[in-house]
């Protein structure tokens, strides 16, 4: 059975860095591209970024370029989400997705929620 | 940027058709997929590639397209189908996803 669990939210000041990880399991990682998406509270969902099996195509939305940063450990079926500077817009459940060809994502982790306060 | 256009609110009477629509530029090539998401919950696939069906979600559940504007259509609307629902699909480029703001749908 697919499982994608997020980690590594939690309360930060503004201008602060945080690190999300998200766990993959039951199915071959390395066949797969993984994306994250937020959800600002009471808003719609929200693509931030999404990274291809090898890590060799890495795509953004122009609202985290420069300051967040995707990654993966293949060997730990493990993606990251790098998050600096960040920013009260910035807070939001975030979720990782597992990313199919033609833009759709069929597994879902249950989220983890980034609250930037001071 | 790209942008999906979705209606903010659509009612529909239990057991008609419900309609989404979804409006985007690059959708004659770059085919939608749509989720639903109930409150506190992760959303989930129903319509991928504009108009395929994920194993396990119902019959009811359909995906059409005509040009530019994609429709998602939920027939014999029940009470359980009252979630937000999303699509999703990317730039001409293929670099930059973007969901639709999402659209709210009452079963009264």
């Known amino acids: 059975e697919v499982h994608l669990v997020e980690s590594g939210g939690g309360l930060v000041k503004p201008g602060g860095s945080l690190r999300l990880s998200c766990a993959a399991s039951?199915?071959?990682?390395?066949?797969?591209?993984i994306n994250w998406v937020r959800q600002a509270p009471g808003k719609g969902l929200e693509w931030v970024s999404s990274?291809?099996?090898?890590?060799?195509?890495?795509y953004q939305a122009d609202s985290v370029k420069g300051r967040f940063t995707i990654s993966r450990d293949n060997a730990k079926n493990s993606v990251y989400l790098q998050m600096n500077i960040l920013r009260a817009e910035d807070t939001a459940v975030y979720y990782c997705?597992?990313?199919?060809?033609?833009?759709?994502?069929?597994?879902w982790g249950q989220g983890t929620l980034v609250t930037v306060s001071s | 940027s790209y942008e999906l256009t979705q209606p903010p609110s659509v009612s529909v009477s239990p057991g008609q058709t419900a309609r989404i629509t979804c409006s985007g530029d690059?959708?004659?090539?770059?085919?939608p997929s749509w989720y639903q998401q109930k409150s506190g919950q992760a959303p989930v696939l129903v319509i991928y590639?504009?108009?395929k069906r994920p194993s396990g979600i119902p019959e009811r559940f359909s995906g059409s397209s005509s040009g530019t504007m994609a429709t998602l259509s939920i027939s014999g609307a029940q009470a359980d189908d009252e979630s937000d629902y999303y699509c999703?699909?990317?730039?001409?480029?293929?670099?930059?996803?973007?969901f639709g703001g999402g659209t709210k749908l009452t079963v009264l």
């Open positions: 039951g199915f071959i990682f390395t066949s797969y591209s």
């Open positions: 999703y699909s990317t730039d001409s480029s293929g670099s930059h996803r973007v």
């Open positions: 997705a597992r990313d199919r060809g033609s833009w759709y994502a069929d597994y």
């Open positions: 990274i291809s099996s090898s890590s060799t195509y890495i």
């Open positions: 690059a959708l004659p090539q770059k085919y």
């Open positions: 590639e504009g108009t």
